[in-house]
Every structure is written in structure tokens, then in C-alpha cells.
């Protein structure tokens, strides 16, 4: 998607880059969003088999299509269920390999144009070194009989 830019031709300056890598990293993290929506289903659905797959398949149930609640059997509603969850672990599986896509072309991308990331910790890091030391939080106070403790 954004990627397709950047092969038909070098982008004209560092902006563009940075829009680009923005862009990447967009997908990813909406790739990671809805993989974990998608497993919080999978796990309902979990809950709602075992509920139910003990109880007698003639007892009536109920269960919500397309916003309208409907009376099943468990004969009926069980098997539904299943399939809805099976096809739930598909799409994970295919979000999963996207996703390993995405990373793979992020890293080539990372590595074509040299694009190293600041974490937070190395930012202070540097300001302190740039200050002149690190602060330690130590307080000394004077050492004559006066002196109140902290």
C-alpha cells in the first residue's frame, strides 16, 4: 500500500520517508488491534461452548443474529457457534501472516534508508549526559546536631 511509492521511485526527501515509515507503522498496529479483538471473540466463543456443550441438545437457548435474538436449541445453536469460532482462528491466522509481512517489509525499509528508532529511556539518557552527569536523588544535609532528618 504505502510501500508501492517507494518502489517505483526513491521518495524526494526525508519527509517523505518519515511519512511513509509513519504509514507502516500505522498498519502494523492496526494489523496487532484487530488481531487482538479477534482473539478476545475466539476466547467468548470458548466460554460459550463449554456452557453450553454439557446441557441437554434439546434444551431451548438463545443467541443474537445480526442484532436479533433468536430461541434455538443447542442442537442447533452449537455447531454454529463452532463454525463461527473456526473461522474467527482463520482470519487470525491470516491477520498473523500479514502481519509477519508488514515486519519484514518494515525492516527492509528500516534498513534501506537507515531509520533508527529513539526509544524514550535513551532520550534521557542523552540529557542527562548532555547536563553534564546523571542525577543520583541524593540529598545530604549538614552534619552538625541540628539537622532534621528527611
Known amino acids: 500500500m504505502a510501500r508501492v511509492e517507494g518502489d517505483s521511485k526513491e ?56 442484532g436479533v435474538l433468536v430461541e434455538r436449541t443447542i442442537k442447533e445453536v452449537l455447531p454454529a457457534v463452532q463454525r463461527n469460532k473456526e473461522g474467527l482462528e482463520e482470519v487470525i491466522a491470516r491477520l498473523t501472516e500479514a502481519l ?26 542523552d540529557e542527562n549526559f548532555k547536563k553534564g552527569g546523571s542525577a543520583q536523588g541524593v540529598l545530604v544535609g549538614s552534619a552538625g546536631a541540628d539537622a532534621h532528618p528527611v
Open 11 to 66: 521518495p524526494p526527501n526525508e519527509q517523505a520517508v518519515a511519512s511513509i515509515y509513519t504509514s507502516m507503522r500505522t498498519e502494523i498496529n492496526q494489523i496487532y488491534s484487530k488481531i487482538t479483538e479477534l482473539e478476545m471473540e475466539v476466547s467468548e466463543h470458548s466460554l460459550v461452548i463449554n456452557a453450553i456443550k454439557p446441557l441437554d441438545p434439546s434444551r431451548q437457548c438463545y443467541r443474537m443474529i445480526g
Open 100 to 125: 509477519e509481512k508488514k515486519k519484514n517489509e518494515i525492516s527492509e525499509f528500516e534498513a534501506k534508508y537507515k531509520i533508527r528508532i529513539r526509544r524514550a529511556d535513551d532520550e534521557m539518557k
